[in-house]
């Protein structure tokens, strides 16, 4: 009897030991503001300068650290990458390379084309930033990241775009989100990898993190894409959580409800939180999983 008291008490000091990608355990952090990753121009005609915010711990002393790439929400209309800097900060505190980007926004009259052309832009900016780090690494590795653990995320339609990011990986997901004219547009515009930055380096992803997300069909999602996992709230008005409309887009999608169904079909490695209302804080989400 005392011998298990005295493994419960151990096992139970074992559990409050702060640990790493769980817990704050850096107290003070770096941040690199407003670092370039590329450029594109906006549907509006205008060249828009890619920027992003990049926050590790201080005082680390580990080579290679896990990369996280947020992208805001705002219905593609507006916010900033300054939304995520409280996330990015407790991810940085954890041991992360938090890294938090603007990327293009719609600057034309809205339409449901306008929409999907706002999250395909979107998608290509974010991949120029996973080459950015990849060409880093391969050159002097300033931000010691771990390119085999690229992870990128968002709220709302950033979380959109990491969605359509890992899972509408070909031209024919592409005819099926805006048919033959969204076809055109990305051909324009460097195909499914995009012209917005360091060309010649690879853009995968180990996973993705969405918090209250929808792609334009959960079927496109495959077996051998990145893991995927999910906070979305079931009484979400914004953007479904199984189907309907997003936002103010007029476009039809499909939430993470549908999205880790299909995960579950095809045997994907996914993990789903759902609650009734749902908060954007990724540490919270980290804490739940094993990455």
Known sequence: MFTSIISLSANAFQEKIPQRYQDLIFENIEIKRDVIYGSNTSQGGRLVELTMDIYSPAEDTLENRPVIILAHGGYYLNGCKEDFSRDCISLAKSGYVAVSINYRLVDV?????????????????????????????????VYR????????????????????????TTPKDVHSIGGHLLVLYMSAHGGVHGDSGNPGYSSRVKGVLNISGSIHLANMI?????????IHGTADEVVPFNVGKSGYSWVRTEGSGLVHQRANEVGLLNKLIHTQRCRSCFLFLLRHVSI
């Open 109 to 141: 009259k809205e339409s449901p084309g306008v929409y999907k052309r706002a999250t395909a832009d979107a998608v290509n900016d974010t991949k120029a930033v996973v080459r950015f780090f990849r060409k880093d690494f391969e050159h002097e590795n």
């Open 145 to 168: 990241t771990d390119t085999s653990n690229i992870y990128i995320g968002g709220y709302s339609a950033g979380a959109i775009t990491s969605l359509h990011y890992a899972y509408a």
């Open 222 to 230: 495959d077996d051998d894409e990145p893991i995927l996992f999910s």
